[in-house]
Nanobody, 125 residues
Framework: QVQLVESGGGLVQAGGSLRLSCAAS????????MGWFRQAPGKEREFVAA????????SYADSVKGRFTISRDNAKNTVYLQMNSLQPEDAAVYYC??????????????????WGQGTQVTVSS
């Protein structure tokens, strides 16, 4: 129902920053709560952050609070993830996700049908 394309991944040193972008192709972007998940090799996909459709309430995994910031530009159909103070444990493929039924607070536990292809984040120590 919505196509998602991530960008902005790359290689950074520990302590560095990256900003990920997710462009959504849909006529109804403002209906979707948007989120970021990540998956490291050999591990399950985990929730990172979410932002609601209109009010832009946010939710973060404890592991990234104070370091990552999620935001969205509804005029551009784009959601962002600003990642600061990156650590080796943050290295993963980061996926953009959309869910019209979830809130920012429930995005982590709701089933997600719409995923992007992912963008690789590598952090060197």
């Amino acid at each position: 129902q919505v196509q998602l394309v991530e960008s902005g991944g790359g290689l950074v040193q520990a302590g560095g920053s990256l900003r990920l972008s997710c462009a959504a192709s849909t006529r109804t972007f403002t209906r979707y709560t948007m989120g970021w998940f990540r998956q490291a090799p050999g591990k399950e996909r985990e929730f990172v952050a979410a932002i609601s459709a209109s009010v832009r309430r946010t939710s973060y995994a404890d592991s990234v609070k104070g370091r990552f910031t999620i935001s969205r530009d509804n005029a551009k159909n784009t959601v962002y993830l600003q990642m600061n103070s990156l650590q080796p444990e943050d290295a993963a493929v980061y996926y953009c996700a959309a869910n019209v039924w979830a809130t920012a607070q429930t995005m982590a536990s709701k089933a997600v049908n719409d995923w992007g292809q992912g963008t690789q984040v590598t952090v060197s120590s």
